[in-house]
């Protein structure tokens, strides 16, 4: 007979996740401009005292608000494994929005609202499951820590960062983490969907670049203008394609989309054979190189005012153990006379995908759907893995959701009419229940 989940959890999971997106926990990067994280932290630890589990919040700054709480296994013996997600969102204009970002309503059998995907849908699917554990009394194989985080949004300082860095204790015996951005589905025909489950995620390194020059009026014949030789190097940056780079996990991906699609790639231009996979080739696409994206720029203060400097931001991340290589592009392609400062610099991250945690995520999967076949792949963003890794734990993107063939799922991160399915939240509760009970 088919197992059919755990039944309050599958039931509640939409309306938590509608609850948590009303909670507006915009991040700007700035605490005098945030909004919502104690609010939300306060939120998940009243769901989880309802039902017994008890639960701290700690705050880097007033108001960024994170929560830990442990749940007991059966073998306290066991390293615990770690499931963290973060709270906060990216901006959203509502006039942009079909739904307004934080109504969180439940309409066409999704639910609608920023945070929907990135990450409050996998937030919900855990509270929702942990709770149907403490109604109905089960135990865990081992222990689970639960981390609620602030800042994720803009890069953890305030959120994973600092509590590896003033409250280590809280996860120092963790062994394996997992969190958000894997275990979705790409459907390759009716019997047949890959499960993306992500072991590694390229470094960020965000910059801050400065042209300094001579000032003068703008009717002047001018050879030494700060905003011409920063709209070089920003040209330069922004128009190179560096070169290709296939790591271990990139390997074992584009050889599981060779057999899935019965075709041959070239090793020199795997984006035509990537472009197959719909809009998410966008994503997989960027974890073929190292990249550099000028993305904002500030110069001059009067139309006939040549400034003496100009600066621009530089959106650059780049592949596990390409970080010295990168430093070179950089170098070559930004040239002499500008000044270079990180905005934030954070490690690349990436393990293999084996052991017995792999194990039971692949086995809940396909217990769940039939079809599934799962594959590792390196995300082009980040997550708090930069920050929990550095504990020595071993950290996994495993949200799982079996998704519309036609849904493009990489659009909604970050993006408009952000919205998850909610048949897949209730698949990934089950999935996790499945795997939580065995890894």
């Known amino acids: 007979m088919e197992n ?35 609010a939300a ?10 039902v017994g589990i008890g639960s701290q919040i700690l705050e880097s700054e007033r108001g960024r608000a994170s929560l830990v709480a442990r749940i007991e296994g059966a073998d306290r013996s066991r390293p615990p494994l770690l499931i963290h997600g ?28 920023r945070g929907a995907v990135d990450m409050k849908d996998m937030d919900a699917m855990v509270l929702s499951l942990v709770r149907d554990w403490a ?28 509590l590896v860095d003033e409250h280590p204790d809280l996860f120092a015996d963790c062994s394996e983490a997992i969190s958000e951005v894997g275990g979705f589905s790409i459907t390759v025909r009716d019997d047949l969907r890959l499960y993306l489950v992500q072991t590694a995620e390229k470094g960020l390194a965000w910059m801050r670049l400065t042209a300094g020059g001579k000032p003068g009026h703008g009717s002047f014949v001018h050879d030494d203008n700060a905003v011409t030789r920063l709209c070089q190097a920003v040209a ?44 998410i080739s966008r994503m997989i696409g960027a974890a073929l190189r190292n990249t550099a994206n000028p993305t904002m720029l500030d110069a001059g203060y009067k ?37 270079r400062e990180w905005i934030v610099h954070d490690q690349a991250v990436e393990t293999t995908f084996d052991g017995p945690l792999v194990d039971s995520m692949v086995a809940a999967l396909r217990s769940e759907d039939d079809g599934a076949r799962p594959v590792p792949f390196t995300m082009s963003g980040g997550t ?6 550095r504990l020595g734990i071993r950290c996994f993107g495993f949200s799982p959701l079996r998704l519309p063939a036609d849904l493009d799922f990489a659009s909604l991160f970050h993006g408009i009419d952000e919205r998850v399915p909610v048949e897949s939240l209730r698949f990934g509760v089950r999935v996790l229940d499945r795997f939580l009970r065995a890894a």
């Open 4 to 38: 059919p989940g755990p039944a309050q959890a599958q039931a509640e999971v939409a309306e938590l996740l509608s609850d948590l997106i009303r909670i507006d926990t915009t991040n700007t990067g700035d605490t005098a401009t945030g909004a919502g994280e104690r």
């Open 41 to 50: 932290a306060e939120w998940v630890a009243g769901k989880l005292d309802e």
């Open 86 to 113: 973060h709270l906060d969102v990216v901006p959203a204009d509502p006039a942009e929005w079909s739904v307004h970002p934080f109504s969180g309503e439940e309409r066409d059998g999704y639910v609608w609202g």
């Open 135 to 162: 109604r109905t009394g089960v135990q865990p194989p081992r222990d689970i820590v639960l981390a609620y985080v602030a800042d994720e949004e803009a890069g953890g300082k305030l959120g994973a960062r600092w």
């Open 236 to 279: 330069r940056l922004g128009s190179a394609r560096l070169p290709t780079v296939l790591t271990p996990p990139m390997r074992q991906f584009l050889a599981a989309v060779e057999d899935a699609y019965g075709i041959e790639i070239d090793p020199d231009r795997p984006e035509e054979a990537l472009a197959r996979l719909g809009s």
């Open 303 to 339: 139309t006939n005012v040549i400034p003496g400097t100009a600066g621009a931001t530089v959106d650059g991340r780049f592949l596990h153990g390409q970080e010295e290589e990168f430093e070179r592009q950089l170098a070559s392609l930004i040239g002499e006379g500008i000044q």
């Open 384 to 389: 708090d893995a930069k920050s929990f890794e």
